[in-house]
């Protein structure tokens, strides 16, 4: 059974810092891209950052371009979001998401969540 | 960026009955190279996350009831609940997979009438 267990979530303030980490097990976990996801209270979904199956390539929002860092570890089948600079507009609920593979395709049509971790950004 | 576009916000449809939310994007997610639509449906129940419906705009994934359904193509879609349950009660969102970023539409409500 695929498994995505986030933690790392807590209050900080706005400037701060923190590190997600998102612990996967139940697939080959290197050989599925990865992805971030937010939500903010009451608000929809917005994709926050991906990387490829080995970590050499990455994507961001806008929003978080120059402030956030997504890597992964594939010995220890976890993923991580590095979140510096952190503003008021950063609270929400992070998802880890995993990518669908179909047909030798891996597409970004996230088949598997995490349950999530909140961030809150506040003074 | 593509911007995906829902209708209606929310809906109430009466048990049994069909429910039907729309998406749009503001560009085409058809690709030319392999002719599928980038375009993936959710559901999200209250306290849980997203939950994978469908993918290239009409194929389910495994496990979802086939009274769900994805039609379209190009920049409008749809997805259909052919006969409402009460446990289909739940936000419903559409996602472009077809260029980063990727994105989702606003979500739309669904309950029971």
């Known amino acids: 059974e695929v498994q995505l267990v986030e933690s790392g979530g807590a209050l900080v303030h706005p400037g701060g810092s923190l590190r997600l980490s998102c612990a996967a097990s139940?697939?080959?976990?290197?050989?599925?891209?990865m992805s971030w996801v937010r939500q903010a209270p009451g608000k929809g979904l917005e994709w926050v950052s991906a990387?490829?199956?080995?970590?050499?390539?990455?994507y961001y929002a806008d929003s978080v371009k120059g402030r956030f860092t997504i890597s992964r570890d594939n010995s220890k089948n976890t993923l991580y979001l590095q979140m510096n600079s952190l503003r008021a507009e950063d609270t929400a609920v992070y998802y880890c998401?995993?990518?669908?593979?179909?047909?030798?395709?891996?597409?970004?049509?996230?088949?598997?969540w995490g349950q999530g971790t909140l961030i809150t950004v506040s003074s | 960026d593509i911007v995906m576009t829902q209708s209606p916000d929310s809906l109430a449809v009466s048990l049994g009955e069909r429910a039907t939310i729309n998406c749009k994007s503001s560009?085409?997610?058809?690709?030319?190279?392999?002719?599928?639509?980038?375009l993936a449906w959710y559901q999200q129940k209250p306290g849980q996350p997203p939950k994978l419906l469908i993918y290239?705009?009409?194929t389910r994934e495994s496990g979802v009831p086939d009274r769900f359904s994805g039609s379209g193509s190009g920049t409008d879609f749809t997805l259909t609940i052919s006969s409402l349950q009460a446990e289909d009660v739940a936000v419903y969102y559409c996602?472009?997979?077809?260029?980063?970023?990727?994105?989702f539409g606003q979500g739309t409500k669904v309950e029971i009438k």
């Open positions: 996602q472009q997979y077809f260029r980063t970023p990727w994105t």
């Open positions: 560009q085409s997610v058809l690709s030319n190279s392999n002719i599928q639509n980038y």
């Open positions: 290239w705009a009409s």
């Open positions: 139940g697939f080959t976990f290197g050989s599925y891209a």
């Open positions: 990387i490829n199956d080995r970590g050499a390539y990455t």
């Open positions: 998401t995993k990518y669908n593979f179909w047909n030798g395709y891996q597409i970004a049509a996230f088949d598997h």
